[in-house]
């Protein structure tokens, strides 16, 4: 089955500053990658998603890269708030979309240093 | 929409007792998920649902767990006898094809 892997597990980041979360995954079948973030006490909620036919995607601060060759993706935020401040778990998928479901990363907390 | 929603929010219970969650999905949705999350072992798929049939139940950590979804309009997630290590937030979640999962709110269980 799918494996993935997500570093760092805590990241600390002044304010303003940029943030990179890393995943690995195994299976080269996965071809949806979405992001979640999770606050304190709350749900896991998609923030931003990438499907394997496009190597970056953006959403105002937020964006996501994909190398398919070296079966990896990455989260970048630019500009960081303090309401950024949380769980973020990668997540991988070979049905291209939530259907068979998502095998997720352990998770980064991140947390902004005001 | 009201999302996907699971009752109880809270659950306390003693180690031997029954548990039942609950999950209401998003209306349209045909996947139904359970998933089990602990500091120690992240986000755990348990089983999934497609058109009210179990897909995979490969992650049902054992035989004191199991899962229905009689309809399309709600899923149970039982535990029965409960012990301590069951203690986790369970979440329910809903998609259709080439949709992203909606996650409820979570049902947070304490068994002592």
């Known amino acids: 089955g799918e494996n993935v892997e997500q570093h760092p597990s805590t990241l600390s980041v002044q304010e303003g500053d940029s943030a990179v979360i890393k995943c690995t995954y195994s299976d080269s079948a996965s071809n949806y990658f979405p992001w979640y973030k999770q606050e304190l006490g709350k749900r896991p909620q998609l923030i931003i998603d990438i499907r394997s036919n496009v190597g970056e995607k953006k959403d105002q601060r937020i964006a996501v890269t994909l190398n398919k060759t070296a079966k990896h993706f990455s989260l970048h935020i630019t500009e960081t708030q303090p309401e950024d401040s949380a769980v973020y778990f990668c997540a991988a998928s070979d049905s291209g979309g939530g259907a068979d479901g998502l095998t997720f990363g352990k998770g980064t907390h991140l947390i902004i240093q005001p | 929409d009201a999302g996907v929603i699971q009752s109880p929010r809270h659950e306390v219970t003693e180690m031997g007792q029954e548990v039942t969650l609950r999950c209401k999905p998003i209306?349209?949705?045909?996947?139904l998920f359970w998933y089990r999350q602990t500091m120690m072992r992240g986000l755990e798929l348990l089983i999934y649902?497609?058109?009210?049939?179990?897909?995979?139940d490969s992650g049902m950590p054992e035989d004191r767990f199991s899962a229905k979804m009689p309809n399309a309009s709600f899923s149970t997630l039982k535990i029965q006898p409960s012990e301590p290590r069951d203690s986790a937030v369970y979440f329910c979640?809903?998609?259709?094809?080439?949709?992203?999962?909606?996650f409820g709110n979570g049902t947070r269980l304490t068994v002592t």
């Open positions: 979640a809903s998609s259709s094809i080439a949709t992203a999962l909606h």
């Open positions: 209306s349209g949705h045909d996947y």
């Open positions: 649902f497609n058109n009210n049939v179990p897909i995979d």
